[in-house]
């Protein structure tokens, strides 16, 4: 996956994808799929918005069936099931526990209902399914949680993802298949024709820049997705005539990370007063907490945490903890902006996660993506490629025989031919360990964050010894991660890859600072930097690890 200039001035696609978020890269992914010529550009890093600011679930949202979101919480069942097939080492089936406590908003019965329509509406078979528990069981299960008021308990089943990496692998995928791939390259302005005598108008191209070099290039395309999360409004402004009206509503939330409290299980409990809920989820050895959910209306560029919303989710934890946690634990923080499909009269929470397409007055071959799940991207891709197909008049959604397209419901993401993962994990890793030399628990850990392309990751290893040394700072992250991001995921610089290719995410912020100058070498050896620019990287680095822990 390289930057190629070239093709993009010099193609006239299908589709283009403005935003590389999961989204954008959920979307580009059907069509290249289908066989379309697909541009997609991401003004930033892939994933360096929302997608990797998550909860890092893959869930049906439990609390939407609560808000009549039936069909929502169905698809995502049912994408739940589809993600652990096509991608398994990105999807991760969790228990969550759910304690009941006196003066909840919720009954042990109405939590039995609920869980029981849960099931219903898609689940993984009958391992997966939900269990009441007495006070006492639920207690054995977490004994960190406050005994006095607790009335019961119920464990159900969810699942937990690296949502950057799920990002990337879509994006990987989109190229594999042909689509044209840029990121840090930043769209300035479209140009409209039509609109006259009876024609309609239409997006014809557009300028984008390279924010790396400042090269100025053009894009043609038959028809545009605007996937830009928080930016949305921000792209549809450049239409010409653009009225000012808004699509989305920006609403921010924020996580801490967390000392694990809860052992195995993730934890979702009420937040009093109100209905809102939190959820806590263990996480690379922590434990990840949230979530606020506030409107935002600045510059979606500048979200970060803050210290209310640390005391808050603090103080909603320590309700149902026996020995409250303090500002003085909180290992790190984040915050992150949901772009929500406007519901005017409703709260932040209680405005729907539903994905909307915004058909554009202006531009009739123009779609903006307006709200939507992380769970749910692979159906919004799917959809919104059915109507652009037909609107361009593709027989069977593609422009060749129906057996050359491809489904995302039956094709696995690149890392995800693995069989029962369990074994391969297993298997993958002991050949990881004979074959490259190096310790079971780098091997597997490797595995396990890139499935089946685990090879290519090491196989530079065999010529170059040093590629197997760990990084500062985690035992089992090797300098062999940061090259193959390099070569092959289109990692620009420190943050791309130890923010969102190291599987790490978030947690690099915190336990990842004394890695920065050796990333940095790496990367300077790749793209010829300067002393002086190696030393700008390990400090934009630190800067940013210092303003993730910044609101705690």
């Known amino acids: 996956m390289t930057r190629n200039f070239d093709a993009l001035s010099k193609t006239k696609f299908d589709l283009a994808v403005i935003g590389g978020g999961i989204n954008g890269a959920a979307t580009a992914r059907d069509a290249a799929l289908r066989g379309l010529k697909v541009a997609l550009i991401e003004a930033r890093d892939f994933a360096s918005g929302t997608s990797s600011r998550s909860s890092k679930l893959i869930h049906g949202g439990l609390r939407y069936l609560e808000q009549l979101e039936f069909k929502l919480v169905h698809e995502a069942r049912r994408e739940r099931r589809l993600l652990l097939k096509l991608a398994p080492h990105l999807a991760t089936p969790v228990p969550f526990l759910l304690p009941v406590y006196d003066g909840d908003p919720y009954s042990p019965f109405k939590i039995r209902v609920g869980l029981t329509l849960y099931d219903l509406l898609g689940n993984l078979g009958r391992n997966d399914r939900h269990r009441m528990l007495t006070a006492a069981e639920t207690l054995q299960r977490v004994p960190a949680l406050r005994s006095d008021g607790l009335r019961a308990g119920a464990v159900y089943f969810d699942s937990e993802t690296d949502d950057a990496r799920l990002t990337l692998e879509n994006v990987i995928d989109a190229a594999d298949h042909g ?56 792209i549809r402004a450049l239409l010409p005539g653009f009225d000012g009206t808004k699509t989305v509503r920006l609403t921010k939330g924020t996580h801490l990370i967390l000392p694990p ?106 779609i903006s993506v307006c709200g939507g799940k ?91 010894r040093e590629l197997a040394e760990p990084l500062a700072g985690s035992p089992t992250l090797l300098a062999a991660e940061v090259d193959f991001a390099i070569r092959h995921e289109m990692a620009m610089n420190v943050e791309d890859f130890l923010l969102r290719r190291s599987g790490l995410n978030w947690l690099a912020s915190s336990k990842l600072r004394d890695a920065a100058p050796r990333v940095a070498e790496i990367f300077a050896a790749s793209f010829g930097w300067s002393a002086e620019r190696r030393q700008s990287e390990v400090e934009a680095f630190a800067r940013y690890a210092h303003a993730g822990k910044g609101g705690a």
């Open 261 to 366: 409290v809860s052992g195995p299980f993730a934890m979702f409990a009420a937040i009093l007063p109100g209905k809102r809920i939190f959820v806590m989820a263990p996480w690379h050895g922590q434990a990840l907490l949230g979530t606020t959910d506030t409107d935002f209306d600045g510059d979606p560029a500048t979200v970060k945490p803050d210290q209310a919303d640390v005391e808050y989710l603090l103080s909603a934890l320590n309700r149902v903890l026996r020995r409250p946690l303090t500002t003085s634990d909180v290992v790190g923080s984040f915050s992150g902006l949901r772009a929500l499909a406007i519901q005017p009269g409703r709260s932040p929470s209680a405005n729907t996660r539903e994905y909307r397409f915004h058909r554009s007055d202006r531009a009739r071959n123009f």
């Open 374 to 464: 992380l769970t749910t991207a692979r159906a919004l891709g799917e959809k919104l490629v059915d109507e652009i197909a037909a609107r361009i008049g593709l027989r069977n959604g593609a422009p060749g025989p129906a057996s050359i397209a491809q489904s995302t419901r039956q094709a696995p993401l690149p890392g995800g031919r693995t069989g029962v993962f369990d074994v391969f994990v297993n298997y993958a890793a002991w050949e990881a360990v004979r074959k490259f030399e190096i310790p079971y628990p780098v091997a597997e850990r490797i595995v396990k964050t890139y499935g089946s392309r685990w090879a290519l990751v090491l196989e530079p290893v065999l010529a170059n």
């Open 179 to 234: 689509a044209v791939i840029l990121n840090y390259s930043e769209i300035r302005a479209l140009s409209v024709s039509g609109g006259s005598a009876g024609q309609d108008p239409e997006v014809m191209t557009a300028e984008a820049v390279d924010q790396l070099s400042g090269r100025r290039f053009e894009i043609a395309a038959r028809f545009w997705v605007n996937a830009a999360g928080p930016w949305v409004d921000h």
